[in-house]
């Protein structure tokens, strides 16, 4: 497996342990449709929680956070609206960013909540 992969299996682990830790069941760990992927698929409080992870070994090109382009916020958007009809949910939803600086322990770890909205999107 590539470098890059590895980086990007382990800061999903750590965001998964971290979701877990805090209270969110988690459904889905790289669910795919139609070519576009959500990362983890959670539910806290009664919301869907989509979620992308970025990770990163250094801070050198960019933060994990800014490579979530819009174009990737679209994909987002339509892979969870997709989720939400194939498993028939009907609940609120949101969309979250967790960025991953790894290191033992992670040097950075951000949750950002409601990172973005499909409203301002599609």
Same mark, same amino acid.
């Given at each position: 497996?590539?470098?890059? =992969?590895? +980086?990007?299996? /382990?800061?999903?682990?750590?965001?998964?342990?971290?979701?877990?830790? =805090?209270?969110?069941?988690?459904?889905?760990? =790289?669910?795919?449709? #139609?070519?576009?992927?959500?990362?983890?698929? /959670?539910?806290? =409080?009664?919301?869907?929680?989509?979620?992308?992870?970025? +990770?990163?070994? +250094?801070? /050198?090109?960019?933060?994990?956070?800014?490579?979530? +382009?819009?174009?990737?916020?679209?994909?987002?958007?339509? /892979?969870?609206?997709?989720?939400?009809?194939?498993?028939?949910?009907?609940?609120?939803?949101?969309?979250?960013?967790?960025?991953?600086? #790894?290191?033992?322990?992670?040097?950075?770890?951000?949750?950002?909540?409601?990172?973005?909205?499909? #409203?301002? %999107? %599609?």
């Amino acid at each position: 497996m590539a470098e890059h =992969n590895e +980086t990007g299996k /382990a800061g999903e682990e750590q965001a998964r342990m971290y979701l877990k830790k =805090n209270g969110y069941k988690i459904h889905a760990l =790289n669910w795919v449709h #139609n070519h576009k992927e959500i990362d983890i698929v /959670a539910e806290k =409080n009664e919301t869907m929680v989509f979620i992308e992870v970025k +990770t990163r070994s +250094t801070l /050198a090109f960019e933060l994990p956070k800014e490579a979530v +382009t819009k174009k990737k916020q679209k994909n987002l958007i339509l /892979a969870a609206d997709a989720y939400l009809q194939i498993h028939d949910i009907d609940k609120p939803s949101q969309f979250d960013i967790i960025s991953v600086l #790894n290191g033992e322990p992670p040097k950075v770890f951000e949750h950002i909540e409601e990172a973005f909205f499909p #409203n301002e %999107l %599609l």
